[in-house]
C-alpha cells in the first residue's frame, strides 16, 4: 500500500469512527475484514477481537459510510485531475477541495469548471464584455450605459449599449452563481430559514381529494416530519400540486434578504452612484435565476435523500420484527386462504412444513356449502393431525375465522386453534419462480394457503421467500429509491436469519442464500447434495458440497446448525474454529461435552480468562460459554396468538369505548396499525400510544405485537378508525382540519391483491389508507396543546 493509499484509508476511518463511535483501529481492522470478503453477521459475531467489539449496526453504519466515503475519494480525484487538466488548479482550490466533506460542497467547488455547452456569459466573454462587468463592479460611479458604449462592435455580436450591459450583467451573475462559497452560504441559510409550500394545480382538486391537506400547506423544511415531505412529492409527482420554497414565512421579504445577501457578498451597496441600480438588478436576477432553483432542487434533494433514509429505516425495523416474530414451531397446520365466490383455499402441511394435504370448500357467498366444508376440515385435521388453523386475513377473512371457530366446536377432540395469519407478500410468493419450483403441480392460489400455513410455523423460514419490499410494512416504500431500500431490506434479513440460525437438513434454498457468506448457487447446491446423500452429519461435511471451499465454511458455519449429529456443538452457534477451545473447557470441566452441554452450575463457574489464546479473547470465550448453556437457543419470543372479539367482524360493528385486542400490523413515524379483526386497521396515534411522552413509536410497540387497544372514534363512510392503548382514554379524537399523513398505499404494498376472481384488487388494507385525517387530528391536537 502506498503511502498517499494508507493516509487515504486513516482519514477514511478516523471520520467513521467519530460517526459510529469507535476508535479508528477497530474501523481499520473491520474495513479490512469487509474488503477480504467477511459478511457483517459473521465479523459481529465471530470476529470479536478483531474489531473491538463493534455491533452488527455500527457495522453497518460503517458499510454504508465507507462506500460513500470511497465514492467521495474517487470523485476527488476526478475533480482535481479535471480542473488540472485545464490549468487551473491553484493552491487555493486544491486546498479547498481537499477539505471538502461533502460531495454536494465538491460538486459547489467544480462548478464554475465543469465542462458545459456555451452560456451567455461564455460569449459575452468571447464578445470582449468581461472588463465591462468588472469595470462598473469596480467603480459603481461610472454611468453604465456610456461606459458600455465602449464596447459595441456588431461584428462581435454586440449591436448597442444595451446588449453589451446584458452580457456583462451574464458574466457577474454566472461568476456569483457558480461561486462556492456564497452558494454554500445560501444553501445553509436557505436551509435553515426556508419554508416548503404547497398548492393544488388548477382543476385537480377532485383528482387529487386524499392530497387535500397539501392544497395550501407551508411548512419549515428543516422541521417537515419524513412522511409528510414524501407525501408532497408524491402528490407533486402526481402532477395533484406544485412545491416551492421560499426564504421564510413571508416570501416577499425572504427573497429581498437573499437578494441582499448576494450583494453582500459582491460588495455591491445601494449609495445612489449611477450603476448601483444595475448592480443590484445583477445581484436579483442572480439569486433569481441562477441560485433560487438551483438551491431549492438541491435541498429538496437532501431533503428527500434523509426521508428516504427514515423511511427505510421504519421499514427495516418492522421487517426485522416481522421476521423475528415468534414461531409455532414444529406443528401440523391447516392453511386457508380465505375467498368468496372461488371458494377457500385449503393447504395441510406437517410438522416439517412438507405439504400433506389440499382443497377448496365453499362455505360463504354465494355456495353457501357451511356444514360441507367444516366436514372437509374435520376430516384433514383429524387424518393429519392438525394442531393449528392459520387463516389469512383478506377478503373473506372474519368469515373464515367463524368457520373454523365453529369447526373447533364441533370437533373439540382435536383441540385445535385458530390464528389469522398476516398474508402480505403471499400471492407474491404464489406467482413466484421459486413457488413454481417448490410446487411444479400446484394451483397458484393453492400455493398462497401453502405459505400461509408455512409463516405460521416459522415466519422467517417462509418470509424470506419473498422479495422484502413486497411485504408491506413500509412506510411509502415505493416512493424511496429502490436500490438503496433493497439494499438496506436484504441487509436486515440477512441479519435476522443469521441472528436466529438455520438448519441446514431442513432449510430451503431461499433461506440458505441468506446465511453467511452463502450465494444463491451455493444454497441451491447444499439442497441438491442433500437430497441426493441424505442428511449432514457434520458441519465438516459441508466441504464436500461442490464451490463452498474453506473462505465459504469460514463465513457460514457458525450459522448453520446440524441437530442430532455426530458433533453435538454442531447444533450450537459456537464456530468449528473455537471447537479447540471447548476442548480446554471440557479438559478443565472434568466432563464430556453431552454431560457439559445446558449444566448452567458448572458452566457458570467458569472463568473465561483461562481459555483464551492469541486468535480467541475473552469476549468470544463468553459467548462459547453462554451458548453452551443453552445450545443453539432461538432469540425469538415465545408463540402466542390475539384472540379477536365475537361479533366484531366489521367496521360498522365497532363502537367508541370498546376495548379490543389486536396484533400490530406496521409502525409508521407517526404511530402504528392495529389489526383488530374488521378488515380494517386502526391507528393509534403516537400521542396515544404510551402514558408517557415517546418520541419513536417502537418505543412502545413492535410490529406483530399483540396489544389491548380502546375504540376512540369510528368513521364508517371513511374507512377511519381511531385507536388509544390508554384503556381510560374518552375522550374522541378532535375533529380539527388536518395537516395529516397521506396513506395511500394498501396493506401489502407492492404486491398484486386477490380478489374473488383471482385477478390484482384491493382487499383489507394494512397501511389503513384512511387514516389520514385522524392521524392529523392528533397531531394537530398535541400541536396545539
Given amino acids: 500500500m502506498s503511502h498517499a493509499t494508507a493516509q487515504l484509508a486513516s482519514k477514511i476511518a478516523a471520520t467513521i469512527a467519530a460517526e459510529i463511535g469507535a476508535q479508528p483501529a477497530q474501523v481499520r481492522s473491520a474495513v479490512a475484514l469487509l474488503d477480504e470478503g467477511a459478511t457483517v453477521p459473521f465479523i459481529a459475531r465471530y470476529r470479536k477481537e478483531v474489531t473491538g467489539g463493534l455491533d452488527d449496526t455500527q457495522l453497518r453504519n460503517l458499510e454504508t459510510r465507507l462506500s460513500y466515503l470511497r465514492e467521495l475519494e474517487d470523485r476527488r480525484a476526478a475533480v482535481l485531475s479535471s480542473i488540472e487538466e485545464q490549468g487551473k488548479l491553484t493552491d487555493e482550490l486544491r486546498a479547498d477541495i481537499e477539505a471538502a466533506e461533502s460531495k454536494a460542497r465538491l460538486e459547489d467547488l467544480y462548478l464554475p469548471y465543469k465542462t458545459k455547452r456555451r452560456t451567455k456569459a461564455q460569449i459575452a466573454r468571447e464578445a470582449g464584455l468581461e472588463p465591462l462587468a468588472d469595470g462598473l463592479l469596480a467603480d459603481p ?19 448597442d449599449a444595451k446588449a453589451a450591459l446584458d452580457g456583462a450583467r451574464a458574466i457577474l451573475m454566472e461568476r456569483w452563481g457558480e461561486n462556492a462559497a456564497l452558494v454554500g452560504d445560501l444553501r445553509q441559510w436557505l436551509g435553515d430559514v426556508g419554508v416548503i409550500r404547497s398548492r393544488v394545480a388548477e382543476g385537480k382538486e377532485n383528482e387529487g381529494a386524499k392530497y387535500r391537506d397539501y392544497f395550501d400547506h407551508a411548512e419549515p423544511l428543516s422541521k417537515i416530519p419524513s412522511h409528510r415531505l414524501l407525501a408532497l412529492f408524491r402528490a407533486r409527482r402526481e402532477e395533484i400540486i406544485f412545491v416551492d420554497l421560499d426564504p421564510g414565512n413571508d416570501a416577499e421579504a425572504g427573497h429581498l434578504q437573499a437578494e441582499g445577501r448576494v450583494a453582500h457578498f459582491a460588495g455591491v451597496k445601494p449609495q445612489g452612484r449611477p450603476a448601483d441600480k444595475w448592480l443590484l438588478d445583477a445581484c436579483r436576477l442572480t439569486w433569481k435565476a441562477k441560485l433560487h432553483l438551483h438551491l431549492m432542487l438541491d435541498l429538496f434533494a437532501q431533503a428527500r435523500e434523509k426521508a428516504e433514509a427514515e423511511a427505510i429505516d421504519v421499514f427495516g425495523h418492522n421487517l426485522k420484527d416481522l421476521l423475528l416474530a415468534a414461531p409455532a414451531g414444529p406443528r401440523a397446520v391447516l392453511g386457508l386462504d380465505p375467498g368468496l365466490r372461488t371458494g377457500v383455499k385449503v393447504a395441510v402441511v406437517d410438522a416439517t412444513g412438507k405439504l400433506v394435504g389440499t382443497d377448496t370448500i365453499y362455505p360463504h357467498e354465494p355456495r353457501r356449502q357451511w356444514d360441507q366444508s367444516l366436514h372437509t376440515l374435520r376430516a384433514l385435521c383429524a387424518k393429519h393431525r392438525v394442531e393449528l388453523i392459520a387463516i389469512g386475513n383478506g377478503t373473506a377473512s372474519r368469515e373464515t375465522d367463524k368457520l373454523a371457530g365453529d369447526l373447533i366446536k364441533l370437533a373439540p377432540e382435536l383441540k385445535l386453534t385458530k390464528i389469522v395469519v398476516s398474508e402480505a407478500g403471499a400471492s407474491v410468493y404464489s406467482a413466484s419462480e421459486l413457488a413454481a419450483r417448490e410446487f411444479p403441480d400446484l394451483d397458484v392460489s ?65 433461506l440458505l442464500t441468506r446465511v453467511s457468506g452463502l450465494s444463491t448457487t451455493v444454497a441451491e447446491n447444499i439442497v441438491r447434495h442433500r437430497d441426493q446423500h441424505g442428511a449432514f452429519r457434520t458441519r465438516k461435511s459441508l466441504l464436500d458440497v461442490p464451490r463452498l471451499g474453506e473462505k465459504t465454511f469460514e463465513q457460514c458455519a457458525g450459522f448453520l446448525r446440524i441437530a442430532g449429529g455426530d458433533e453435538p456443538l454442531d447444533a450450537s452457534s459456537v464456530h468449528p474454529e473455537a471447537y479447540p477451545v471447548v476442548e480446554r473447557i471440557l479438559k478443565t470441566a472434568g466432563r464430556d461435552i453431552k454431560q457439559l452441554i445446558g449444566d448452567i452450575t458448572v458452566l457458570r463457574q467458569l472463568k473465561p480468562e483461562q481459555f483464551t489464546d492469541e486468535k480467541f479473547g475473552v469476549p468470544t470465550v463468553r459467548d462459547i460459554v453462554k451458548e453452551l448453556e443453552k445450545p443453539g437457543r432461538d432469540p425469538r419470543p415465545e408463540f402466542k396468538a390475539a384472540r379477536f372479539a365475537d361479533g366484531v367482524e366489521e367496521i360498522k360493528d365497532l363502537r367508541p369505548g370498546m376495548i379490543l385486542e389486536g396484533v400490530v400490523t406496521n409502525v409508521a413515524a407517526f404511530g402504528a396499525f392495529v389489526d383488530i379483526g374488521v378488515h380494517q386497521d386502526g ?38 378508525i381511531a385507536l388509544s392503548r390508554r384503556l381510560d382514554d374518552s375522550v374522541p379524537a378532535p375533529r380539527s382540519e388536518p395537516r395529516g399523513d397521506v396513506r395511500s398505499e394498501p396493506r401489502g404494498a407492492g404486491q398484486p391483491r386477490r380478489d374473488d376472481r383471482g385477478r390484482g384488487a384491493p382487499a383489507r388494507q394494512q397501511l389503513a389508507p384512511a387514516n389520514n385525517a385522524l392521524a392529523a387530528a392528533f397531531a394537530r391536537a398535541k400541536q396545539d396543546s
Fill in 141 to 159: 460611479t461610472q454611468v453604465p450605459e456610456a461606459f458600455a458604449a465602449q464596447f459595441v462592435d456588431a461584428d462581435k455580436g454586440v449591436p
Fill in 683 to 720: 391507528l393509534v396515534h403516537i400521542s396515544a400510544l404510551a402514558d408517557r411522552y415517546i418520541k419513536d413509536p417502537r418505543e412502545a410497540v413492535k410490529a406483530g405485537d399483540i396489544v389491548k387497544v380502546r375504540v376512540l372514534e369510528v368513521d364508517v363512510a371513511r374507512k377511519r
Fill in 446 to 510: 393453492i400455493r398462497g394457503a401453502v405459505s400461509i400455513a408455512r409463516r405460521l410455523q416459522d415466519p422467517l423460514a417462509e418470509l424470506v421467500k419473498i422479495e422484502p419490499k413486497s411485504i408491506g410494512v413500509g412506510q411509502y416504500q415505493h416512493d424511496v429509491d429502490q436500490f438503496r431500500l433493497a439494499r438496506a431490506l436484504d441487509a436486515k434479513v440477512e441479519d435476522c436469519v443469521n441472528a436466529v440460525g438455520v438448519d441446514v437438513n431442513m432449510a430451503s434454498a431461499a
